[in-house]
Every structure is written in structure tokens, then in C-alpha cells.
């Protein structure tokens, strides 16, 4: 497990305008090793675009973004073999088998043995009776599940995950929950994501910066946040943000 | 980190499975220069035995066809890899691992000299047997002039490349028709001084002039002509350099905009 002093993932006053429409305004937090933190808001909150910036496919219009103690604006590809994500906006190659496709990424993250990490993640994932079927033709359970194979694949020391369990059952969604637990525990990583899942948030993460607009709205555990808004669960504190009902943690 | 083979080979492998598990696209990268071939070639067969014999002296129509086609699929060849990643929606994944842009392209180059291969050995198998088609004739030539029209090929193919990830799939119609602005002023089947007088300085710009120009030279007079092959040469360093800093600006542009994350239309 990393134990370094230096902030997994850094932002420090983090802007972005598309045009005339500022959609990060100032963002600043900093998330450790070892920790999962989720960024929350509704649409158009900046959510996506922070996270874009985060993995430098965004540039911002002004502040700071580090990761790893890279700063991921003019040196991200110093620190890219050591993240990795996993979004339902991107696919894999559907006509390439699961192993064909895993094999192709290995490669490009720098993989030492890559047949043995291959096996491993099967294994690991349960991905044995479909890892020579092609892509294209598994079920959406299935797909995530590949999806976080390729996100495991290089063993990263930082995840950004956008919708993690989108669109899976209940039961497939806890095994991924369970199976990314595990991980950060194991590796000490840290994981930022993204979700509309309150109930994933508040197992999952330590700690939640709900967004709205596109600044920090409030930023502490999912406990914290309910007991400082007087509610029952997280779904409810996120409706009080949404709706501008500030006032119910005050 | 520096440029890596290693992950230049795996994006290759990458285009490698996909063909192999796809008949139809190995079928594509034949059929089409096969077929121009055969309506041109049987043209020239015609032509030859009632009209002006000059035109097509020593296979010269099959010649700039077949030179033609290197150009063409050289682009196409280039910018088809890349908009495989598109169609697939897997270039969030790349953009987003250790492949660099430069290796990205390194790749695409690789695997449009590999389509090059599949697309132009039966096509020039069928033009040595049946139309005339001089391989010896044009001797060494013919490989200095493959090599710089396959350079322009990619020149426009990086730019293509550049807009579709500036302006998504809405930019795609450019990678099959760009290089038809080409097909008139670099004059594939006749000579430059056809031309009238104001489309000539494009026509100069432009480096596959130089190589058709040194075709015919070749073909009606036997002469290899170092002159237009250093021409042409010269404009492909300026073409490939100017292509790759727009590639880089429109991948910032992009950057900019977010329109990595989006990559629709």
C-alpha cells in the first residue's frame, strides 16, 4: 500500500468555461491514497468535465491538476500507466474476443507477463466462460465486468470510474461494489467517481463533494452529510442540494 | 516515456484481430482497386488498337491508375484505422492509456503500408498479366514514387484524423473524399501542361504532380527523373510536417472544447 504524503489526486482552483458558459468554477479538493471519493450533482453540475480534466482529456481554462504529483496538463503521459478508468461512454472493440482485447491493453500499459495478468483477472472477475467470446455479444453485466478488467488490468494506483454499475442488475452491481472494495483495500488505491447511485455512494465512499453548478456545494462523509442535513439517507441530502434547500443543514 | 514499439506493435495486433475476424474488410481492401483497375485497364486494351496510341504509351493509363490507387488507399488505408476507434467508441480507452499521439499515428502509418500490401498485390498481378503494366520499366522509380505518394497519403490522412477529433463523426465524410480534390491537379492521366496557366501553381504545390510527371517521363523516355523525384521529396517534408503541428493544434482544440469525451457528431 502507498503511503506517500503526496495527495493521490490534487485540484486546485479548478476552472473551465465552454465559451461563455463556466462549467467548473474553482474547484479545489484533494483525494489521498487509499480513499474513494465521489463527486455528486445533477446535470450540467461539472461532474464529467471535472473528471475529463482530471484524466487531462480536458484542458481547463485555468487552475491546476495533479495527479500522482503529476500535473496532468502539460505531463499526463508520465503518469498514465499508473491510472486507469472505466466510463459507459466508452466500449472495447466488439468484434475482438475479451482476451484479444485485454492482451491489446496489457501491451499498451506495459504489462509484464501479460497472459499470467490475463489469467488472473478471469479468474478474479469470473471471466473464464466468455473470455474467447467477442465483446459485442456479451450482456451489459458482463460488459462491466470486462470493462473492469481493463480498468484493473495494469494494477493502477488511481481509478477514475464515471457510472460504475450503470444499467446492472442489483446483484451484478454489489458483486462490482464488493469487487472494487477490495482492490482499494488491497492496493491502496484511490478512486474517484462519478454516480447517480446514492446508494453505491454512501457504501462505497468516504467521502462525497456534491457539486452543483459547477462549484463545491459541500464536501464531507456520506454519514456527515446526512446527519449535518437532518436526513435519512444520501438521496435525500442530494434532492436538498439539487433544489437549492441549503438552509436544512444551517 | 518515451516512443514505444512495444505499444505501436499492440495498437497494430489490435487492427490485425479486427481484419482477421472480418471478411468483409479483407474483402474491401481488394475489391475496389481490382475493379477500377479492370474498367481502366480494358479501356486502355480498347483504346489502344483504335485511337491516339500515344496517350497510353508502355501501360501509361494502367501506370497512373495503379499509382493512383497507392495514393488513395494510402490516405484511406490511414484514416480507416482511425475511425475504426471511432465507430467502436474506443478511443476514450486509448487517448486515455500510455499510447502516445505520435505512436498512435506511427501505428496508423503502419497498418496503412500492411492494407497497402493486402489491397495492390492482386491488383498488380492482374495489370502485369493482362494490361501492359511495366514493373521493370518504371525499375527502381517505382519505389521511390510508391514511397512519396504513400508519404502524401498520410500526410492527409494525420489531418483528417486531426478534424475528426476536433469536429467527431461530422468530419468523417472527408476521410472518403478529400483526396478526389487531388485526382484532377496532380494529373494522374495527363500531363501538367494540360492545365490552364492559373491552376498550375497548385497543381505545383501539390507532390504527386511530380511523381505522375516522372511516371511518363519514365515510361515515354526512359529517363528516371531526380529533379521532379527531389521535388516531390522536398514538398512531402512540408506537407508531413505542417500535417503533424495541425494535428497537434486540432487535438488541442479538442482538448479545449471537450469534444475527446464526447466523440459523437
Avoid at chain 1, 62 to 74: A, F, K, Y
Wanted: some cysteine; proline content about 4%.
Amino acid at each position: 500500500m502507498t503511503q506517500d504524503a503526496t495527495p493521490a489526486i490534487e485540484v486546485r482552483s479548478l476552472v473551465k468555461n465552454y465559451g461563455e458558459v463556466r462549467a467548473v468554477d474553482g474547484l479545489s479538493f484533494a483525494i489521498p491514497a487509499g480513499s474513494t471519493t465521489a463527486l455528486l450533482g445533477g446535470n450540467g453540475a461539472g461532474k464529467s468535465t471535472t473528471i475529463g480534466m482530471v484524466m487531462g482529456l480536458v484542458l481547463p481554462t485555468s487552475g491546476e491538476v495533479r495527479v500522482l504529483g503529476t500535473d496532468m496538463i502539460t505531463r499526463r503521459h508520465d503518469v498514465l500507466h499508473r491510472m486507469n478508468f472505466e466510463s459507459p461512454y466508452v466500449d472495447m472493440p466488439h468484434r475482438l474476443t475479451v482476451r484479444q482485447n485485454l492482451r491489446v491493453f496489457a501491451l499498451l500499459y506495459g504489462v509484464s507477463d501479460v497472459a499470467a495478468r490475463i489469467a488472473a483477472l478471469a479468474a478474479d472477475l469470473d471471466l473464464k466462460d466468455f473470455i474467447d467470446r467477442p465483446s459485442g455479444k456479451l450482456s451489459a453485466g458482463q460488459k462491466t465486468r470486462v470493462a473492469l478488467a481493463k480498468a484493473l488490468i495494469n494494477e493502477p494506483e488511481v481509478m477514475l470510474l464515471d457510472e460504475p454499475t450503470a444499467s446492472l442488475d442489483p446483484d451484478t452491481a454489489d458483486w462490482i461494489r464488493s469487487h472494487l472494495e477490495r482492490y482499494r483495500d488491497r492496493k491502496g488505491a484511490a478512486i474517484l467517481l462519478a454516480s447517480h447511485n446514492m446508494g453505491e455512494v454512501e457504501r462505497l465512499c468516504d467521502r462525497v463533494i456534491m457539486l452543483k453548478k459547477g462549484r463545491i456545494e459541500d464536501d464531507a462523509a456520506p454519514a456527515e452529510l446526512i446527519r449535518r442535513y437532518g436526513r435519512s439517507n444520501l438521496e435525500e441530502v442530494f434532492l436538498d442540494v439539487a433544489r437549492g434547500r441549503r438552509e436544512a443543514a444551517e | 516515456m518515451s516512443f514505444s514499439i512495444r505499444r505501436v506493435g499492440a495498437l497494430c495486433l489490435r487492427y490485425c484481430y479486427l481484419i482477421a475476424s472480418s471478411w468483409p474488410r479483407l474483402l474491401e481492401l481488394v475489391y475496389w482497386p481490382v475493379l477500377n483497375l479492370l474498367t481502366w485497364g480494358f479501356l486502355q486494351n480498347y483504346a489502344m488498337t483504335s485511337t491516339n496510341r500515344t496517350l497510353f504509351v508502355g501501360g501509361a493509363l494502367v501506370s497512373g491508375l495503379l499509382l493512383w490507387e497507392i495514393l488513395f488507399r494510402g490516405q484511406i488505408g490511414f484514416s480507416i484505422s482511425f475511425l475504426e476507434e471511432v465507430w467502436s467508441r474506443n478511443l476514450g480507452n486509448l487517448l486515455m492509456s500510455p499510447l502516445r499521439p505520435f505512436e498512435f499515428v506511427a501505428a496508423l502509418m503502419v497498418m496503412s503500408l500492411a492494407r497497402l500490401a493486402v489491397g495492390l498485390t492482386p491488383t498488380v498481378i492482374l495489370a502485369v498479366a493482362y494490361f501492359g503494366f511495366d514493373l521493370a520499366a518504371l525499375g527502381v522509380g517505382f519505389v521511390a514514387f510508391f514511397a512519396l505518394l504513400v508519404v502524401t497519403g498520410w500526410a492527409v490522412g494525420i489531418v483528417v484524423a486531426g478534424l475528426i477529433l476536433r469536429h467527431g463523426l461530422g468530419a468523417e465524410s472527408l476521410a472518403w473524399t478529400i483526396m478526389f480534390v487531388f485526382w484532377p491537379l496532380c494529373c494522374v492521366y495527363y500531363p501538367l501542361a494540360v492545365l490552364p496557366g492559373w491552376l498550375k501553381p497548385f497543381a505545383l504545390a501539390l507532390p504527386p504532380t511530380y511523381v505522375f510527371e516522372g511516371m511518363r517521363a519514365v515510361l515515354s523516355e526512359g529517363v528516371l527523373r531526380l529533379d521532379y523525384l527531389g521535388a516531390a521529396l522536398a514538398l512531402n517534408v512540408l506537407w508531413i510536417g505542417a500535417a503533424s503541428v495541425a494535428f497537434v493544434m486540432l487535438l488541442n482544440r479538442a482538448r479545449d472544447a471537450g469534444s475527446l469525451l464526447s466523440g459523437g457528431e
